[in-house]
Each structure stands twice: as structure tokens, then as C-alpha cells.
């Protein structure tokens, strides 16, 4: 099997499977030979619904988000264990389920490890199934240890047809297909309709979107919350993945990195929105930050995709924790107080994508998965009516962004699925890298100092150079733009 080049090189390195990127050679040698290296059937044979399987089916994920989704709507799951740690299907196999939480790459780091061992592993102890995140799913993607889903798993592009096209293009090298997603991650401006009442003088989705089409807009809005004693962000990484996903060019050209232009301007605005007290100095997922969205918080507004809407804005959203440790029921917060717009620009965040892993021997169940799961359009509509989330299929997000009866509550009634469905077609991934993880979150961690006043602009862009270097060796200088 020709293995990623820097997944090899990184077991002998010792700063840890942490520096893997995908670097690999052109992955168009075919999938098929990389499954039989594996110890695979052949590709034919093992596309055959006939085909013998094994009896355990592993599949690999860092939280338990797809494992919901997993033994809630897929059709072929007969029992799941009270654990969860386990879930039997109607065909006798057993998924077993190993969840790693991202937390210092541990996630990669453990499966970049077993995916190296897959060869030697027994045929039950293989990965089947693993899951990715679109900021480094380039690196699994440029390597013979995903499977073409066309070829080698056996979806066509029938299946495929309803799916949006970057959710596509993500997880795609040369043309060949290695992953498929059951959501999509458009993004959009989350807002609270007493805020926006008080400092625009309307909630109207509409009109707040007239107010904030464009960054000179945006920052005019946010003097005049400022003016009302309101914040316009949270912190300093609120607006990074509006800016990020708007750039011009990749983060890695060869062996240099480039810092776009667009980041720049991220920096320069959220300096100018310290310094001039339009945040409250928080960073993503800190108590700061989670409260700043809560019934206490004076923040105009949170830059969200469609999982952070239903999932981490609700949650944070609900009335302050009880002594017990859980939250007051709803209502008791401000559940109805959020609405969306777009924003100044179109941005994703996010996403999660089902990779076939070489070697497999469940071909039949896993193309199976990836069929019911991400390309069946009652199953996404199900989904979406009952979580919110925003499923990968064009045609069923369609059915509810013009259903008049359609709406959530959580955002006074709007149908956000309607906002959402005009964002998610513009998605453009021609800039996505292998490198995006590591840069994105080194070039903000590194400039937060900068925000706070404790080192100046030329230290923070140093400490970006010096620790861009050591999470990657093989990038060698970094330009800066003029």
C-alpha cells in the first residue's frame, strides 16, 4: 500500500502523530490496490452484497454525535447496547463503537496510530468505518486508507445526486471521492431580538440583515451597541470562520505558508474590537464565551453553523444551571430570544464526514451506512425535523426552507432552514488544505496575546512562525502579506 507520506514519517517522529499532515503522493492510484495490500477482498467481489462479512463492524468517532444519528435512524440497527459502547444490527454484526475526544489531537492521534497497524491487525479488530472533520480530512482523504466510495464501496452517482456539492468536493482528490456526510454546515449570524430591538429598533430577520451585509456595516452596528452598553461579539475568535473561509488561497503553497490577506483583516478588526471594548476577550468554548450566549449575556450576536444553532446556542442559551448541575427548564431563559440572518459574507463551519477505512471486510454494510445515512432523503428530512440539523440533501431541505408551517422555536419561529438553504449552495472548498487544523488554531492562539495588550504585533506573528514549524517540519518559511 502507498501510505500517506507524513502519516509514515511521524511514527518515528518524536513530536508525536500530531504532526501528521497530507502530504502524500497523488492519491488516484487506485483504492482497489490499496484494499488488497490491506488484506481486502477484491474491490468487485467486495462490493457484492453476497459477500461474505465479518462479524464486528468498528467504527471510529470523537464525540457521540454520529453515534446518535447512527442507532437512531439508521433502519438496520436492531439492539444498542445500555452502554452504547455497542450496537447489533439485523444482519448479526456487531459496531462496536470507539469514541476518542479531540482534545490535543488525541482523536487523530490514536487513529493515525491504528491506521498504521490496520495491515497486521485481525480481521475484527480493523477499522471499518472512521470519521473526519473538514479541516483535516484532506489528510486522510490524499492517503490509500479511505476507500473510494464509487468504485470500492459501491455508491453511485445517483446516490450521490442530492448532495451538496462542496460536501463533496471536501473529501475528493483527483477527482476520486473518499468520504460522504449526512449534514451540510452552512453558516450564519445568530442574533438576540431584544438586542437588535434595542439597537437597530427591529428584530425583523430582514431588516437585521440590511444592517449587517457588510463588514463597514457590521462595524457601524457594533459602535452603535456599544453606545447601548452591548457587546457585538463574544471575543476574539467569534468572526475567525467568516474571514477564514473567505480567503484567497490556501494556507500551504509547497513548503511556505501564506497568511492571507483575509486573516489579516480578522486580526486587524478584532484588535480594533478589544481595544475598543465591542468584546468581552473570550475564546471559543471557554465559561466566558458559553455564558456571553446565555440569559446574562449583553452580546449582540454569535457567528454559528447549522450543528451550533441546535446543538451548542440552544444549550448555552437555556437559564442559568441549577444546583442539581442541570438547566431550568426551557423558557425560563430566553428560548425564543435568537433569530438569524446571513451576515456580512457566506461562510461553513464545521462537518463531519463517514470514511470507508482500506481493509475493511464489511464493504456490504458499510456502503449500506453511507447509503441509508447520507443519500436517503427521508431519512435526512427526519432528521433535520427532529434534531434541526441540516441534513446533506438538497431536495428535503428544499421540501422545509418553503413549508409555511415550518419553523423552530428556539428562534421565535423562524424557518432557519430556508436562510441556511441559500448559504449552503455557495460554500466554495477550492481553498481547503491538508493544513487548515493546525494553521487556523495556531494563528489564533498565537495572536490572542496580541488582542489582550500582553505582546506586540511583530511577537505574535513570531510565535505563529516558530510553533507553525514545529507542529509541521516539513514547512520550511512564512509569508506574511505585504
Given at each position: 500500500?502507498?501510505?500517506n ?10 513530536m ?15 483504492a ?38 447512527f ?21 448479526g ?15 487523530q ?5 491504528a ?33 473510494d ?20 468536493d471536501?473529501v ?15 453558516g ?26 457588510d ?14 452598553g ?5 471575543g476574539?475568535?467569534?468572526?475567525f ?5 473567505n ?6 503553497d ?24 465591542y468584546?468581552?476577550?473570550s475564546?471559543l ?17 454569535f ?15 437555556l ?10 427548564e ?6 425564543g430570544?435568537?433569530?438569524v ?15 470507508a ?5 464489511n ?13 436517503d ?41 430556508a ?10 472548498m ?12 495556531t494563528?489564533?492562539?498565537c495572536f ?35
Open positions: 500500500m502507498r501510505k507520506k507524513v502519516l509514515c514519517a511521524a511514527m518515528a517522529s518524536a508525536s502523530l500530531s504532526l501528521l499532515a497530507g502530504c502524500g503522493g497523488n492519491s488516484a492510484s487506485t482497489a490496490s490499496a484494499s488488497a495490500a490491506a488484506g481486502s477482498s477484491d474491490t468487485t467481489a467486495a462490493a457484492d452484497a453476497d459477500t461474505e462479512e465479518g462479524k464486528v463492524l468498528n467504527i471510529w468517532c470523537w464525540n457521540d454525535e454520529f453515534q446518535s444519528r442507532n437512531d435512524y439508521y433502519p438496520g440497527v436492531k439492539e444498542v447496547a445500555a452502554d452504547k459502547s455497542t450496537t447489533t444490527l439485523n444482519n454484526i456487531t459496531v462496536k463503537w470507539t469514541i476518542n475526544p479531540t482534545t490535543d489531537n488525541n482523536y492521534n490514536k487513529l493515525d496510530e491506521l498504521l497497524k490496520q495491515d497486521s491487525a485481525a480481521a475484527d479488530d480493523k477499522i471499518d468505518i472512521f470519521l473526519v472533520e473538514a479541516d483535516y480530512a484532506l489528510k486522510y482523504v490524499d492517503s490509500d486508507y479511505t476507500l466510495v464509487k468504485n470500492d464501496v459501491g455508491l453511485t452517482d445517483d446516490d450521490l445526486k442530492d448532495q451538496y456539492q462542496y460536501t463533496k471536501i475528493s482528490v483527483d477527482g476520486v471521492q473518499k468520504g460522504t456526510s449526512w449534514q451540510a454546515t452552512p450564519l449570524f445568530a442574533y438576540r431580538r431584544s438586542i437588535a430591538k434595542d439597537v437597530l429598533g427591529t428584530d425583523d430577520p430582514a431588516e437585521v440583515q440590511s444592517a449587517l451585509s463588514w463597514d456595516k457590521f462595524n457601524t452596528v457594533a459602535e452603535e451597541a456599544a453606545a447601548k452591548y457587546k457585538m461579539l463574544s476574539y475568535d467569534d468572526s470562520r467568516v474571514f477564514s473561509n480567503v484567497s488561497e490556501p494556507w500551504v509547497g513548503t511556505t505558508v501564506k497568511v492571507d490577506p483575509n486573516i489579516m483583516a480578522w486580526v486587524e478588526q478584532t484588535k480594533d474590537y478589544t481595544d475598543k471594548g468584546n468581552n476577550k475564546t468554548w471557554s465559561d466566558q464565551w458559553a455564558s456571553d450566549q446565555g440569559p446574562s449575556g449583553n452580546v449582540f450576536g457567528f454559528y453553523s447549522t450543528w451550533g444553532i441546535n446543538f451548542t446556542l440552544l444549550g448555552n442559551s437559564a442559568t444551571p441549577t444546583a442539581e448541575g442541570g438547566k431550568e426551557v423558557g425560563n431563559g430566553i428560548y430570544d435568537y433569530a440572518c446571513q451576515g456580512p459574507q457566506p461562510y461553513y463551519w464545521g462537518g463531519s464526514w463517514i470514511c477505512a482500506a481493509g475493511t471486510d464493504i456490504p454494510t458499510v456502503r449500506d451506512v453511507m447509503q441509508q445515512l447520507t443519500c432523503a427521508d431519512i435526512a428530512l427526519q432528521i433535520t425535523k427532529d434534531t434541526q440539523d441540516y441534513t446533506n440533501c438538497q431536495s428535503a431541505m428544499q421540501s422545509l426552507a418553503t413549508d409555511p408551517t415550518y419553523g423552530s422555536d428556539f428562534l421565535g419561529g423562524q424557518n432557519h432552514i436562510l441556511f438553504s441559500e448559504v449552503a449552495p455557495t460554500i466554495d477550492s481553498n481547503a488544505g491538508p493544513y487548515d487544523q493546525g494553521c487556523n488554531e494563528i489564533q492562539n490572542h496575546d496580541y488582542f489582550n495588550g500582553s505582546i506586540d504585533f511583530d511577537t505574535a506573528k513570531a510565535n505563529f512562525e516558530a510553533q507553525i514549524k514545529v507542529k509541521y517540519p516539513e514547512l520550511t518559511s512564512v509569508a506574511w502579506p505585504q
